[in-house]
């Protein structure tokens, strides 16, 4: 909105504004660092407060008012100044704010004069400002400098409403320019309006007029939980900046302690304002404010619904999602979920299959993060069997992937570039060659030998870094099956595979690189023969894999039972106890 027609001649010399006039000033006044040298006659028609604090005066009298609680500064009150002179000012979103609040505190009413500032700008603001969807935004921003003010003027509130109106337009009936700038996101060739069109306008805000916003939204129930969801996602990507590599950085963050508090506040808020229905916001969010939790130092409560809340979706969850440097926070999830897990009642057959499927994704989760977390050099092995540990034997079905997950721990090399056919490059590159034989027989302790898969196991005995003993046990756990029958490949005795893993020398290849002497020739040869094993009995395992699903699934509905008729028992003891202790004390008294 443009108001006035006269040229701007206002200047400033030596922090003090004038404007060029024949006549001589005759009003001083102050505000914090700038003086302001003007003339009464044109700020006195126009401004009740300085008529009235000039009142015991006249004109060829000059008086000096110190205004230092104008809201707005001095900018606010140059903008005043300059309309009571006619001179051309162009009022937005941007400075409406501060220029109504100065126009109020200097009194500058249709009471004083008619079509005064004061009357514009209101006008001003319910015709054009709340009519827009970005300048309702900006104008709700610029509150934030004067909140005390904006509150009592009722201006917070209507953009608030306009804003909300707004958002729970249908999308097709949107026509007002929004900001959406989402990666691969093309807006000419998507010619509809997306859901979530109006998040990032309002990211800018702050988390209170943020928190005002949504959780007036919530209570409408006219948009679904994920659309409130990304919301949040995408508040906090744009004031949580090291929510995007928080996953592959250390904890040490450089931040001060303004900065930190500010930072905790907004977690706090964002945890507080998730939807209560499952799969509002992806695991992968969940994880990462959960990581961001301990450097901000946030509350029990929110940390401890982040863990709830993450632990219920866990088995959606992608190796990348998880932080590789806080190995006891993943282990708090997994055993959050396992707690969650033992807490649903089997039900039906689809719930059964449903809770067995869900445990199984974990377990292949966490062997898959062992892997990433092996190569790390400062990793504990009493940390990493813990973590291994805490999987259920239910979740883990084969040991192929924790077998990858420990070798690569031991010598920090790809499991599959150790063994797969073709593959020219076998470097072995030793990180934790530090390891006791103690060390070594606990991280190997936690694999079992009949759930490794007949290639995995003919590497394994060829491990020359595995310890004896585990290398002796899948030797006789391969005697035992040739034994039984359950094995059409013929194998070497148990002397000989021995002696061929444990004496076999060490050579060079051309580049000078390591190798464990085996000719690629028969080792492509011994990977053929496998495979033709392997496949023989595919059909067969698939069969007794379905089996097993239907047995471990009853097993559980079984143990759940007990337990509760183990729970009830427990009760009727403690009651029977309780009322004989009662007939003791009532004979006791008799006597």
């Given amino acids: 909105m443009k108001l006035g027609t006269r040229s701007d001649t206002f200047y400033t010399e030596q922090a003090t504004r004038s404007l060029v006039s024949d006549i001589p000033p005759n009003l001083v006044i102050k505000i914090n660092d700038t003086t302001y040298l003007l003339h009464k006659s044109p700020l006195i028609s126009k401004c009740g407060l300085l008529r009235r604090l000039c009142s015991d005066t006249n004109d060829s009298e000059s008086d000096v008012l110190e205004l230092h609680d104008m809201p707005g500064g001095s900018e606010a009150f140059e903008l005043c100044a300059k309309f009571c002179y006619g001179i051309s000012i162009n009022i937005s979103a941007y400075n409406f704010v501060p220029s109504l609040c100065a126009s109020k505190l200097l009194q500058m009413n249709e009471s004083i004069e008619r079509g005064n500032f004061v009357g514009k700008l209101e006008s001003f603001f319910g015709s054009c400002i709340l009519e827009g969807w970005k300048d309702s935004v900006s104008t709700l921003q610029a509150t934030e400098k004067l909140p005390e003010w904006s509150e009592n003027l009722g201006i917070i509130r209507k953009c608030i409403d306009s804003i909300i109106e707004k958002i729970l337009t249908p999308p097709s009936q949107v026509k007002w320019s929004y900001t959406y700038t989402r990666p691969g996101y093309n807006r000419k060739q998507h010619h509809s309006v997306p859901k979530d069109w109006w ?114 979706q866990f088995h959606e969850a992608k190796v990348s999602d998880l932080n590789f440097y806080d190995v006891e926070l993943v282990q708090v999830v997994l055993e959050s979920f396992l707690k969650f897990w033992k807490r649903i009642s089997p039900g039906d057959a689809d719930n059964r299959h449903y809770l067995l499927r869900s445990i199984r994704k974990v377990g292949k989760l966490v062997d898959s993060y062992l892997q990433v977390v092996a190569r790390d050099d400062n990793m504990e092995v009493s940390k990493f069997v813990a973590l291994a540990e805490t999987v259920p034997a239910i979740g883990r079905l084969e040991h192929d992937d924790l077998y990858q997950a420990i070798n690569i721990y031991l010598k920090k090399a790809s499991f599959d570039d ?52 585990t290398v002796v046990q899948l030797l006789y756990y391969e005697q035992e099956k040739d034994l039984n029958g359950t094995t059409s490949t013929k194998l070497q005795k148990p002397h000989e595979l021995l002696l061929g893993a444990k004496m076999r020398p060490a050579t060079r290849d051309s580049n000078g690189k390591r190798s464990l002497g085996l000719d690629k020739e028969e080792f492509k040869r011994e990977d053929i023969t496998r495979k033709a094993s392997l496949a023989e009995s595919r059909e067969k395992s698939e069969h007794k894999t379905q089996r097993l699903d239907d047995k471990l699934a009853l097993d559980l509905e079984k143990k759940m039972v007990i337990r509760e008729v183990k729970e009830e028992a427990k009760k009727k003891m403690s009651i029977g106890r309780t009322r004989s202790s009662k007939s003791e004390y009532g004979s006791e008294k008799r006597r």
């Fill in 418 to 469: 150790r063994w797969a056919g073709g593959c020219e490059d076998w470097a072995e590159l030793e990180v934790h060659s530090e390891l006791s034989k103690a060390e070594k027989k606990r991280l190997c302790g936690i694999l079992e030998c009949q759930k490794l898969s007949p290639e995995v196991r003919a590497h394994a005995v060829k491990n020359e870094f595995l310890p004896l003993r």
């Fill in 199 to 312: 998040t990032e306008d309002i990211s800018i805000l702050n988390i209170d007029l943020f928190r005002c916003i949504i959780m007036t939204i919530r209570s409408t129930h006219v948009l679904p939980p994920q659309l409130i969801g990304e919301s949040l996602h995408v508040y906090a990507c744009k004031w949580l900046p090291c929510i995007i590599n928080v996953q592959s950085s250390g904890s040490s963050v450089s931040q001060t302690e303004e900065s930190k508090e500010k930072n905790r506040k907004i977690l706090e808020t964002i945890v507080s304002m998730i939807p209560a229905d499952r799969g509002s916001v992806s695991v992968g969010f969940l994880l990462k404010l959960l990581s961001m939790s301990n450097l901000f130092g946030v509350s029990t409560v929110s940390k401890t619904e982040l863990i709830k809340r993450a632990s219920i």
